[in-house]
């Protein structure tokens, strides 16, 4: 079994939609992240979280919002859904208490935005 | 902040010949440079990752070496193999605090049989 799964794995919706995609963790990591990848670009961290009481923003948190609902549960929400935010999403976690810094990711979500 | 550019986008090599892809950083307070590989339809997975106390490292056919004084750091791929086809990422990092990656835009390898 997969330790960081996301669902859905594929979304399409319509511009203005509420969308939310989930993410959870069997890895009993303390931090959670999401990422946004687009084309020749990388991955840019929307938000992180260290545990359920921490959030906070990344580099690209515009348009988005996090809800840690549990150590292992961490939501992504695109409150009003814009054609620029079609992109693959991905979920990561590592643990603080290793030092590595090692993070390990989910297996996305592709999001189209129409 | 930090800022991460990787070289090349794409890259083609022979099988069994040797792939080198170069990053450099622009935060020298960073300390940990990890490497990602992607395979299609799949997240990024840990390949190979090096701290800045250390000058180079090694796991079988893939190496990653650093540069601190000149805040640049390469993967080697030796013997590539078909299976090495895919898109690899650097990345740069605080060890401490909150360990938020930094990523390179990725290079697109490819390996000709």
């Known amino acids: 079994d997969a330790d960081v799964t996301q669902t859905p794995r594929n979304r399409i919706t319509k511009t203005g939609k509420r969308i939310m995609l989930e993410c959870s963790q069997t890895k009993g990591h303390d931090r959670m992240y999401w990422y946004r990848q687009d084309p020749g670009l990388g991955l840019q961290l929307i938000y992180y979280s260290f545990d359920v009481k921490d959030i906070n923003k990344g580099e690209i948190s515009d348009g988005y919002s996090v809800s840690r609902q549990a150590q292992a549960k961490f939501s992504l929400s695109l409150e009003s859904a814009i054609p620029n935010q079609t992109a693959l999403y991905f979920c990561a976690t590592s643990d603080a208490t290793l030092g590595g810094g090692t993070q390990y990711f989910g297996p996305g979500t592709r999001l189209t935005v129409l | 902040g930090e800022n991460v550019e990787q070289h090349p986008s794409t890259l083609s090599v022979q099988e069994g010949d040797s792939a080198v892809i170069k990053c450099t950083y622009s935060d020298s307070a960073s300390n940990y440079f990890p490497w990602y590989k992607q395979e299609l339809g799949k997240g990024p997975q840990l390949i190979i990752d090096i701290r800045s106390n250390v000058g180079e490292k090694k796991d079988q056919r893939i190496a990653v070496t650093l540069n601190k004084t000149a805040k640049h750091f390469s993967l080697h791929i030796t013997e590539t193999q078909p299976e090495d086809s895919a898109v690899y990422f650097c990345?740069?990092?605080?060890?401490?605090?909150?360990?938020?990656?930094?990523f390179g835009q990725g290079t697109r390898l490819t390996i000709n049989p």
């Open positions: 990345a740069a990092s605080l060890i401490q605090g909150a360990q938020k990656l930094v």
